[in-house]
């Protein structure tokens, strides 16, 4: 057990230097991520084929087994490309602009 509080001791001291750090008056570097527009495709292909893999390598026989890789295997992915945001949006700026030249 004293391996468990030296781990919790370990942890509190990084939470409070990470938590020092955030709090300071530094502004974070601002990092924009640029995606492909093949990302949630090719995200959702690499799931399936994990998947299929997966019960492959299990040997899944059953009806049941096969109704729950085509749950498992397909939701995830569907949910990646309804909930993907594709196009960047109206800025406040874009919307101020329309409402001035009105």
Not at 2 to 20: G, H, K, M, N, P
Not at 84 to 92: L, S, V
Request: charge should be positive.
């Amino acid at each position: 057990m004293r391996w468990v509080r030296s781990v919790i001791c370990f942890l509190e001291s990084w939470q409070q230097r990470v938590l020092a750090d955030v709090s300071s008056d530094q502004s974070l570097p601002k990092v924009q991520v640029m995606t492909r527009p093949t990302t949630p495709l090719l995200i959702s292909i690499g799931w399936i084929g994990l998947v299929l893999a997966t019960f492959v390598v299990v040997e899944a026989s059953s009806l049941r087994s096969w109704l729950y890789l085509v749950i498992v295997a397909l939701l995830p992915p569907l949910l990646v490309n309804r909930l993907w945001n594709r196009d960047p949006g109206e800025t406040r700026a874009g919307l101020s602009h329309i409402t001035d030249s009105k």
